[in-house]
């Protein structure tokens, strides 16, 4: 998954996680998890990326489980180590990137958790094209979502999306 807070990345994960029956690790609870036994967050949030690796390598190479990284992606170490991953299992890496206007985005950050404070970032009103210049480093058939549209309108799209073949 890659995409700003907000976007509806954890949602789709959920839901595919769900629908496909694969599990879905989740670098914000992991770093959520980190800060709740009084870990800094500086520190919380490198940990957590990790954890989050650790856990991909055993589920996806040790154990061969297909599985969903919900994480922002925004940073290029996140698909270097998820491409290494992909490769040591013999996997094919998919990224789906869902993205949503800053209305949308601090709307939804505002409703999220009922308002209690959240341990997510917050992330600055970006225009659409300075969202796009965060995530050059994807891979050119990254599929790119809207996601303002009820779940049920795409879902069928990612899914078709993650099983297509690479020479298609």
């Given amino acids: 998954m890659a995409g700003l807070p907000g976007a509806g990345k954890t949602t789709l994960a959920l839901k595919l996680g769900a629908t496909l029956h694969w599990p879905v690790l989740s670098k914000d609870t992991l770093r959520s998890s980190l800060m709740m036994v009084e870990v800094v967050e500086r520190v919380a949030g490198f940990a957590a990326y990790e954890l989050?690796?650790?856990?991909?390598?055993?589920l996806l190479v040790q154990q061969q489980i297909s599985i969903i990284l919900d994480c922002s992606s925004v940073y290029p170490f996140i698909l270097h180590r998820s491409i290494e991953?992909?490769?040591k299992a013999n996997a094919q890496l998919r990224v789906v990137r869902c993205a949503v206007d800053s209305a949308v985005r601090s709307q939804r950050l505002g409703e999220r958790n009922n308002g209690a404070i959240s341990t997510a970032p917050l992330s600055p009103a970006l225009t659409s094209d300075e969202e796009q210049r965060l995530f050059t480093h994807l891979p050119h058939d990254t599929l790119v979502l809207q996601t303002v549209d009820p779940l049920e309108a795409y879902l069928p799209e990612v899914i078709a999306y993650l099983f297509q073949s690479r020479s298609s």
Avoid: E, Q, S
């Fill in 52 to 58: 989050l690796f650790a856990l991909a390598y055993d």
């Fill in 85 to 87: 991953l992909a490769r």
